[in-house]
């Protein structure tokens, strides 16, 4: 399965933006970068995804480089509810997705 | 919707015992899968099924069970439970599984203390 790199942990302050990067060198051509959230005590949630182009949702945007051999997900005002641990995951047709252990966000007030 | 449901909440086991988690969805989904997550880590994929009567194991499935009669639900079985299997378990589902933009919906899990 294809992996993803992550930093363990990352601080930010209260409406400020965040910018979370992902490396997947050894991505594929038909990978898609997804990104779910999980807040405390809760299951993920999906956040964005994307396969070559920079994408926008309500909740945040994606950035992926040129070669996409990395990502950054991108809060542009961090809350205090957006502390939670933010997984980047590659899927490909009719694969599992693999979480790693994802990045630590946290929010100061 | 209800989304994804699971039941119970949390539960205590003795080693040895048995049970089952009910999970359960209701937006038609044919793809369901069973994850565990241990303190400080990511799920791990325990099994997973494309479909009513279609399973196949994950990446952990070694003392579990599960099956899929119904669309809807995929319960889980634990059959001798031992404290390795204490974690909290999230089921999730999506549309087919298949293709790879699909999002997964994830329940708010059960956690499960084996003593």
């Known amino acids: 399965d294809a992996k993803t790199t992550q930093p363990n942990s990352m601080e930010s302050n209260e409406e400020e933006p965040v910018h979370l990067p992902c490396n997947h060198s050894?991505?594929?051509?038909?990978?898609?970068i997804h990104w779910y959230r999980q807040l405390p005590s809760q299951g993920p949630e999906y956040v964005i995804h994307?396969?070559?182009s920079n994408v926008n949702n309500r909740m945040a945007s994606l950035a992926i480089a040129e070669d996409r051999k990395s990502s950054t997900l991108i809060l542009h005002r961090a809350t205090l509810r957006d502390a939670a641990v933010y997984y980047c995951?590659?899927?490909?047709?009719?694969?599992?997705?693999?979480f790693g252990p994802g990045t630590r966000l946290s929010v100061l007030p | 919707n209800a989304g994804v449901t699971q039941t119970p909440k949390f539960q205590v086991l003795k080693t040895g015992q048995s049970m089952t988690l009910q999970c359960a969805q209701d937006?038609?989904?044919?793809?369901m899968s069973w994850y565990r997550q241990d303190p400080g880590m990511g799920l791990r994929l325990i099994h997973y099924?494309?479909?009513?009567?279609?399973?196949d194991q994950g990446e952990v499935p070694n003392g579990y069970n599960v099956s899929r009669s119904t669309t809807e639900d995929f319960p889980l079985r634990l059959l001798s439970a031992a404290p390795s299997q204490t974690s909290v378990y999230f089921c999730?589902?999506?549309?087919?599984?298949?293709?790879?933009?699909?999002?997964?919906?994830f329940g708010p899990g059960t956690r499960l203390l084996v003593l």
């Open positions: 999730a589902s999506s549309y087919s599984g298949t293709h790879s933009a699909e999002t997964q919906y």
């Open positions: 050894t991505i594929s051509g038909t990978d898609y």
């Open positions: 994307g396969l070559t």
């Open positions: 995951i590659l899927s490909n047709y009719g694969q599992n997705f693999v």
């Open positions: 937006m038609n989904h044919e793809y």
């Open positions: 099924s494309v479909g009513a009567g279609i399973t």
